[in-house]
């Protein structure tokens, strides 16, 4: 609805657009079967280009490999990640290790005093080294064996599980595979890791498959839990391409199209689509090196009738005189 909103408030208000009269032949929206839209180039003036907010990018020749892109989050890895809880119930006597601290493994953390009478207190000790991530208790705090008390774990290296859906990519996807990783927090970062491990099978409702690479976390920067890509390398090796960014592709009935600029003309061209790499996607058709190609304000461009050429006829009939 937002954007239904914004594009009625453009179309109202930029000047140099031409719009079809009474009388004329409108043709289909977009999506609903031979579009009007698809025929010209459409001409707007500076004050529409920046009413639009439109961006452009190039259509440059690169080396590039493909990549397969899922979204991701960061985890511990399961083998570095301890819950510590009592065997027995018991009382909270003294807790000595804080939220956040470096632990040994073996190092003293809770002491608990036994429920049952006559019950000398129990230390207990960290079954792995790493960071206190997690503290449940306070002192005093009654306890059972049912309850996690704290929980340790060693974020030094990190999985990112990524979600791919039932594609043709998943079958190119293997152990062993370099990836890329970037975090939302710090969307300027790029971070390698290894595909470590894959899902034994497809989730049977969300039809996805879960690949997980690793990646060095020493300076414990990213944390478990963050958001963001993966990216999988499949290709054999990398090869001079022409890309466009993928956000300047948009689709209709099937068929992928972009714009491309020159000067204040906006020509919608139907392209054939090649591999994907990261931000990119290989144009194998429709767009030459060194084009322009809109990557903000594509969605609105796609609205927007070029102008009608006058006629002859036209003239004829705008004259008053019968014919």
Same mark, same amino acid.
Request: aromatic content about 6%; glycine content about 10%.
């Given at each position: 609805?937002?954007?239904?909103? @914004?594009?009625?408030?453009?179309?109202? %208000?930029?000047?140099?657009?031409?719009?079809?009269?009474?009388?004329?032949?409108?043709?289909?929206?977009?999506?609903?079967?031979?579009?009007?839209? *698809?025929?010209?180039?459409?001409?707007?003036?500076?004050?529409?280009?920046?009413?639009?907010? %439109?961006? @452009?990018?190039?259509?440059?020749?690169?080396?590039?490999? +493909?990549?397969?892109?899922?979204?991701?989050? *960061?985890?511990?890895?399961?083998?570095?990640?301890?819950?510590?809880?009592?065997?027995?119930?018991?009382?909270? +006597?003294?807790?000595?290790?804080?939220?956040?601290?470096?632990?040994?493994?073996? +190092?003293?953390?809770?002491?608990?005093?036994?429920?049952?009478?006559?019950?000398?207190?129990?230390?207990?000790?960290?079954?792995?080294? !790493?960071?206190?991530? =997690?503290?449940?208790?306070?002192? !005093?705090?009654?306890?059972?064996?049912? @309850?996690?008390?704290?929980?340790?774990?060693?974020?030094?290296?990190?999985?990112?599980? !990524?979600?791919?859906?039932?594609?043709?990519?998943?079958?190119?996807?293997?152990? !062993?595979?370099?990836?890329?990783?970037?975090?939302?927090?710090?969307?300027?970062?790029?971070?390698?890791?290894?595909?470590?491990?894959?899902?034994?099978?497809?989730?049977?409702?969300?039809? *996805?498959?879960?690949?997980?690479?690793?990646?060095?976390? =020493?300076?414990?920067?990213?944390?478990?839990?963050?958001?963001?890509?993966?990216?999988?390398?499949?290709?054999?090796?990398?090869?001079?391409?022409?890309?466009?960014? =993928? =956000?300047?592709?948009?689709?209709?009935?099937?068929?992928?199209?972009?714009?491309?600029?020159?000067?204040?003309?906006?020509?919608?061209?139907?392209?054939?689509?090649?591999?994907?790499?990261?931000?990119?996607?290989?144009?194998?058709?429709?767009?030459?090196?060194?084009?322009?190609?809109?990557?903000?304000?594509?969605?609105?461009?796609?609205?927007?009738?070029?102008?009608?050429?006058?006629? +002859?006829?036209?003239?004829?009939?705008?004259?008053?005189?019968?014919?």
């Amino acid at each position: 609805m937002k954007n239904l909103i @914004t594009l009625f408030f453009l179309l109202m %208000i930029l000047p140099s657009m031409v719009f079809a009269h009474g009388g004329e032949d409108h043709g289909a929206a977009p999506g609903t079967g031979d579009s009007a839209f *698809t025929q010209g180039p459409v001409e707007l003036s500076d004050e529409s280009i920046i009413s639009l907010g %439109i961006q @452009t990018g190039k259509a440059s020749l690169k080396p590039i490999e +493909q990549k397969i892109s899922m979204i991701a989050a *960061t985890q511990i890895i399961p083998e570095n990640h301890a819950f510590v809880s009592s065997l027995f119930e018991g009382r909270v +006597q003294g807790i000595h290790a804080k939220l956040g601290e470096p632990i040994e493994k073996g +190092q003293k953390l809770i002491t608990l005093e036994p429920l049952s009478i006559g019950s000398n207190p129990v230390t207990l000790t960290a079954p792995i080294a !790493g960071k206190l991530i =997690k503290q449940n208790i306070v002192l !005093g705090q009654p306890v059972s064996s049912e @309850t996690v008390l704290m929980e340790i774990a060693d974020t030094s290296e990190l999985l990112v599980r !990524g979600a791919l859906y039932e594609t043709p990519g998943l079958a190119k996807i293997k152990v !062993g595979q370099a990836a890329e990783v970037i975090v939302d927090i710090f969307p300027g970062e790029v971070h390698s890791g290894t595909v470590q491990r894959l899902d034994a099978s497809l989730e049977r409702d969300s039809r *996805t498959f879960d690949v997980y690479a690793l990646i060095d976390n =020493k300076s414990g920067k990213i944390l478990p839990n963050l958001q963001g890509e993966l990216r999988v390398m499949v290709g054999e090796e990398k090869a001079n391409r022409l890309v466009v960014p =993928k =956000k300047s592709v948009l689709e209709e009935n099937g068929k992928a199209f972009v714009f491309v600029r020159e000067g204040n003309s906006f020509e919608r061209r139907e392209v054939a689509l090649g591999i994907e790499s990261g931000y990119e996607v290989e144009i194998l058709s429709g767009v030459f090196p060194g084009e322009e190609v809109v990557i903000q304000g594509n969605y609105q461009l796609q609205y927007i009738q070029p102008a009608k050429k006058e006629t +002859q006829a036209d003239n004829h009939n705008d004259d008053g005189h019968a014919h």
